[in-house]
């Protein structure tokens, strides 16, 4: 086999379950489109979740998505997109949300001004009509 030759590729699809750091399940969340790309040890998952229920979470527990379709060696980040989301109002001076895939979850980091940052939580979703969307890139 050739050094240039692609010999470890794979496409597919993976099924997200919202959870908060306690495993509190959410009951229901409609997912559009949850999506990975494997090369080598490199995996990128894509995720747009909608009308996530807060019902079963913990208001205080961080939100985590389990699911990731290979486990995580080290760690990923990559940027996210919040819909229908209220940050507490400890969160008044919010700069950015980032997703951070560890393990087998990925969870998210409000991130503020003042270079401190928190984990979304359960509270912090409107029941059935937060979303979010995200792409993370991980080594396997």
Do not use: C
């Amino acid at each position: 086999v050739d050094a240039n030759t692609l010999d470890d590729y794979e496409e597919g699809t993976w099924t997200p379950v919202v959870k908060d750091d306690a495993n509190n399940t959410s009951p229901s969340i409609t997912h559009n489109h949850s999506n990975y790309t494997k090369i080598g040890r490199m995996v990128t998952v894509t995720s747009e979740l909608s009308s996530i229920s807060s019902s079963g979470l913990s208001s205080t527990g961080d939100v985590r998505v389990y699911g990731l379709p290979f486990t995580v060696n080290g760690y990923g980040i990559g940027p996210v997109n919040m819909e229908n989301v209220d940050y507490k109002d400890s969160y008044t001076d919010t700069e950015s949300v980032t997703v951070l895939a560890i393990s087998t979850f990925a969870y998210f980091r409000v991130n503020r001004n003042n270079g401190g940052s928190q984990g979304l939580e359960g509270g912090d979703l409107n029941s059935g009509s937060s979303g979010f969307s995200f792409t993370v890139t991980y080594f396997v």
